[in-house]
């Protein structure tokens, strides 16, 4: 018998045992529902491992981005107005990434009270600076504030980070000033110089040095240069006019009237000439810078006229300062010095 009448034997024989042929069936099903079973928790159990993975890579990208953010906060100043604390503040991105700053908090830490301000919406690019002064300033209410309160603040990052706000040297310093006005003098800074004419041209003999301004030659034409630093809480840059002076003040002595003389604001150039004419003078805020009194007369009254104190003696030194601070007119009166003429 051949194989193949065998088997045709044999499967005859199956069809015909309907018991034996149900095994067979229901034996196939059973093996294709295990496979079937095994391939759907095998593909489940992937699909949750790349999800976790995809997660913990997320998590990882957004720590990392999180200790990427280096936002820096400057040249903070408060200004309570009624129960809203106005915060001036500078901030920097000196990161690689972008920061997006989402709320600013601050406590009045003498009353133990604090709030945060409105939502933000405060983008800083890579390398970005962003100044948030004058009407920029962010306000924050905090009822029974007071400007002689102690505050604290911080900015909060989208990320979560925290970049705190502390109150600068230049700040503190600027409130104190507040007593007399809104600029101050170095005094290590205050020098003099003897004026002399050169062709037709007066000079400032000895530029830039000059020479200790509190001891100063009588009956000579000198002109004194005066460093003076703008430290305005709202952080407006000053003009000066020609009608700004230095004036010296002489006791009575043996007579009841009193003896003055006065040295008038100049424009100097980097040749140590000094001009006829007169251009205004910004002061910005917080930069330190020079001017020079030099002129008998208000330059723009009459020209440059040199001047001197023509006395001898001990001397109490004025500075009257006249211009523009922001769009509102600038007065203000330095009794800062005293001299010794010889």
């Given at each position: 018998m051949t194989t193949r009448s065998l088997l045709r034997k044999r499967f005859s024989k199956l069809m015909a045992n309907s018991k034996g042929f149900s095994s067979v069936i229901g034996t196939t099903f059973m093996v294709l529902v295990m496979m079937f079973l095994g391939t759907s928790v095998f593909l489940w159990?992937?699909?949750?491992?790349?999800?976790?993975?995809e997660a913990v890579k997320e998590k990882n990208q957004l720590?990392?981005?999180?200790?990427?953010?280096?936002?820096?906060?400057?040249?903070?100043?408060?200004?309570?107005?009624?129960?809203?604390?106005?915060?001036?503040?500078?901030?920097?991105?000196?990161?690689?990434?972008s920061v997006e700053v989402v709320s600013?908090?601050?406590?009045?830490?003498?009353?133990?009270?604090?709030?945060?301000?409105?939502?933000l919406n405060?983008?800083?690019k890579p390398g970005n600076t962003t100044y948030l002064q004058g009407s920029k300033?962010?306000?924050?209410?905090?009822?029974?504030s007071a400007s002689s309160h102690q505050f604290s603040s911080w900015f909060v990052t989208a990320r979560g980070n925290v970049v705190s706000l502390e109150r600068e040297g230049g700040v503190i310093e600027s409130q104190i000033t507040q007593g007399i006005g809104s600029v101050s003098m170095n005094f290590a800074s205050f020098i003099y110089f003897n004026v002399t004419k050169v062709g037709p041209s007066f000079i400032l003999e000895n530029y830039p040095d000059g020479g200790e301004g509190f001891t100063v030659p009588s009956g000579k034409d000198i002109a004194f240069q005066v460093c003076l630093t703008n430290l305005d809480p709202q952080k407006k840059e000053i003009k000066l006019f020609s009608r700004s002076l230095l004036w010296m003040l002489f006791p009575t002595g043996t007579s009841?009237?009193?003896?003055?003389?006065?040295?008038?604001?100049?424009?100097?150039?980097?040749?140590?000439?000094?001009?006829?004419?007169f251009t205004q003078i910004v002061l910005p805020y917080g930069a330190p810078k020079s001017f020079f009194f030099a002129s008998s007369q208000d330059v723009d009254d009459g020209g440059f006229n040199?001047?001197?104190s023509k006395r001898r003696g001990p001397a109490a030194v004025n500075l009257m300062l006249i211009g523009q601070i922001g769009t509102s007119a600038f007065g203000q009166n330095i009794p800062f010095v005293s001299v010794y003429v010889t």
């Open positions: 159990t992937l699909s949750q491992n790349t999800l976790y993975n720590e990392v981005d999180r200790l990427n953010e280096k936002v820096t906060a400057s040249g903070v100043n408060y200004t309570i107005v009624g129960d809203v604390v106005s915060v001036e503040v500078v901030l920097e991105n000196k990161g690689p990434i600013l908090w601050v406590i009045d830490a003498t009353i133990n009270r604090h709030n945060s301000s409105s939502p405060i983008n800083l300033a962010i306000n924050v209410t905090i009822v029974g009841d009237v009193p003896h003055s003389a006065w040295w008038y604001i100049v424009n100097v150039d980097d040749d140590a000439v000094i001009a006829d004419d040199p001047s001197n």
